[in-house]
């Protein structure tokens, strides 16, 4: 088995790589006895027969939007995931202004009655 930081270490470069996405992960679930060829998408290994694992899917990636983890491979995934959008998106995503004030569109009237 493999420490708990390498596997953030491993989590973090398929990340980086793009080889596993970095938003959020749609309909993710518990499940078991996955198909035998499947292999943990963060370690590589295959799982034990009746092994609990998550099947992850992703959307807008259709030829490959089913990914399996073991539990700790996928927890690793998700703390470097999250590590990685909160400090991706702090300066890439700050709230449009432009949206906020097409959203609500004021009347005539609201105008007036300011000032
Ligand atoms: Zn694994």
Redesign the pocket.
């Known amino acids: 088995m493999?420490e708990k930081a390498s596997?953030r270490e491993k989590a973090r470069e398929l990340l980086t790589s793009r080889r596993l996405p970095e938003r959020l992960s749609h309909r993710l679930r518990g499940t078991k006895n996955v198909a035998t060829a499947a292999r943990?998408?963060?370690?590589?290994?295959r799982f034990a027969e009746d092994e609990m694992t998550w099947e992850a899917r992703f959307d807008g990636s259709p030829e490959s939007s089913r990914h399996y983890?073991?539990l700790?491979?996928h927890a690793a995934f998700e703390a470097e995931r999250q590590r990685l959008q909160r400090r991706g998106t702090s300066s890439r995503r700050v709230p449009s202004a432009e949206a906020t004030r097409g959203s609500r569109p004021k009347t005539s009237g609201e105008r007036r009655r300011q000032r």
């Open positions: 493999f596997l943990c998408r963060v370690c590589r290994e983890f073991h700790d491979c």
